[in-house]
């Protein structure tokens, strides 16, 4: 209906017929605002019906609030019948059947929250419930956790004593993480392989810097990238950038730090969480890359304990590094994802086997109607807009001779709270009957009206003449034959003598 408004025509007397099978809300503030009626047309069965459909409306895994360094399985299942129903719920974790439980879901969209642990190293996870409903498509949902290494997020941790910062990074969706030492050699040999890189208590010399974005947590305080000058004993946090995306969802309440440097912020450099005498993380570039420092030291704080700390690491991964394809997508969601630096297309095949290719020009925006892309980089995102099938979707990236660089697989889950809900809204046809005509847009003078009717009638009068001509001119041509005949009389060979 947003659409709609933008094709109606000034100065004539718009209608809308909208064609439902009524499972549907609509926004009484755009019905309102349309500014011409809408008349419904309910197909699919009788108004008031409410056909019986459990479905898992959402399925995401995410730390554990009890322990941030355990995935948890979080399910919901609705069901959208008028009855209660017990049904079994299946989870298996790569094709193997891990749990089992019955579920009793209350009627009229009620709904069941379930939690299972996600176990250690699985790649796919199913949750599926066995009975049969009107759509059943939505009765089963997957979650892909683990892509191959050239979808990944590869990131590198270089820290001597990792501990709550690896299990933090290693939660992250589709995360693969190499831990190395503080004397590491991959620095200088294939530091810019990875899509991000950490360094924790340990700052290398500017010349090993690698050419990625980088997170640094707790930098010595006598470095050179970043000067300091005394200490915080134990510093308090007394302002925040709310409006940046990298503390969106993170509580710092009752968060305890310890002894902490004060680091000197340059003009390029953004102060994104402060205490009273200098700042608690901040953001800017080194070597033309994005970075995030956290100047506090982990093992000295209680964040790390606390369910803020993999959230906001996940912030910050989301903003520095190349985002790894999703767990899942909704369905008619776009796919968001940003192809590697050197991909020149990336090829699509749905679950039906139909394959999209989006090409992708010189400066990394998409060719193909299919995609959308922001920004400027080959960096940028695409997103993906043709997920109207439930399944398995496969994705490759190919460089600019059509070669193939890798890739990996994402699914889109049926399961909706809106679309799954198949019973009539019962409030649909008065919410409708609240849009009424908008004379604000129609110009000054005499109204128009619909033209049809009057070329109809010119077009027949059109016909009418043209008739009577060919009549008239018809009766002329037999009088002129019966006037020779008589004026000449019959031939010898008793045929008439016409000219």
């Known amino acids: 209906l947003d659409l709609v408004h933008d094709l109606l025509l000034p100065g004539l007397e718009n209608s809308v017929v909208l064609i439902t099978d009524g499972a549907l809300a609509v926004d009484p503030g755009v019905v309102a605002d349309l500014g011409a009626p809408i008349r419904l047309v309910q197909v699919g069965g009788e108004g008031g019906a409410q056909p019986a ?3 898992i409306t959402e399925l995401a895994a995410r730390a554990a609030p009890d322990n941030p360094n355990q995935r948890q399985l979080y399910v919901r299942i609705a069901n959208f019948g008028p009855a209660e129903v017990t049904a079994p719920v299946l989870l298996r974790a790569d094709e193997l059947e891990i749990a089992r439980q019955n579920v009793t879901l209350p009627a009229g969209g009620g709904t069941v929250d379930l939690l299972w642990p996600v176990p250690d190293g699985a790649g796919e996870i199913d949750v599926e419930i066995p009975v049969p409903d009107l ?5 089963h949902a997957s979650l892909i956790l683990r892509q191959d290494a050239d979808l990944a997020l590869n990131v590198l941790l270089v820290s001597d004593l990792p501990g709550d910062l690896l299990r933090a990074i290693q939660v992250l969706p589709g995360a693969q993480v190499t831990v190395e030492p503080t004397d590491t050699t991959v620095l200088g040999e294939g530091g810019d392989a990875f899509d991000l890189v950490v360094f924790e208590r340990f700052t290398p010399a500017p010349s090993e810097l690698p050419a990625v974005p980088m997170l640094f947590v707790h930098p010595p305080s006598n470095g050179v990238l970043f000067p300091t000058r005394g200490v915080m004993p134990a510093p308090v946090v007394s302002q925040i950038r709310v409006d940046d995306t990298l503390v969106s969802g993170v509580d710092f309440g009752g968060v305890t730090f310890g002894e902490t440097p004060v680091y000197v912020l340059d003009g390029s450099q953004t102060e994104i969480i402060g205490a009273v005498n200098g700042p608690l993380m901040f953001a800017g570039e080194v070597r033309d890359q ?5 100047a506090f030291d982990i093992s000295a704080s209680n964040i790390g304990k606390r369910t803020a700390f993999p959230i906001l690491v996940a912030n910050i991964a989301g903003r520095l590094a190349r985002g790894p394809l999703p767990p899942s997508v ?3 969601d776009p796919l968001v994802y940003q192809p590697r630096s050197g ?3 990336v090829r699509v095949v749905s679950p039906d086997g139909e394959t999209t290719l989006l090409t992708l020009a010189s400066d990394g925006r998409a060719g193909d109607d299919s995609a959308e892309v922001a920004g400027q980089e080959r960096l940028s995102e695409i997103a993906f807009t043709a997920t109207g099938q439930a399944g398995v979707y496969t994705l490759a990236e190919l460089d600019e001779t059509g070669a193939d660089l890798g890739g990996g697989r994402f699914v889109v889950n049926a399961g909706h709270r809106a679309e799954s809900n198949l ?12 849009a009424v005509a908008s004379g604000g847009t129609a110009p000054a003078g005499p109204p128009l009206t619909d033209l049809w009717p009057l070329l109809a009638a010119v077009g027949l009068a059109l016909l009418l003449i043209e008739w009577f001509v060919t009549l008239r001119t018809g009766r002329r041509r037999v009088r002129a034959r019966v006037a020779r005949r008589g004026r000449f009389g019959p031939n010898p060979g008793g045929e008439s003598q016409d000219a």
Request: hydrophobic fraction near 50%.
């Open 343 to 345: 991909a020149g297309a």
């Open 135 to 139: 759509l059943e498509a939505d009765n």
């Open 330 to 332: 909704s369905l008619g």
């Open 53 to 55: 459909n459990i479905a």
């Open 423 to 434: 019973h009539f809204n019962p409030d649909l046809p008065a919410t409708l009957a609240t």
């Open 290 to 294: 994005p970075m995030v420092v956290m």
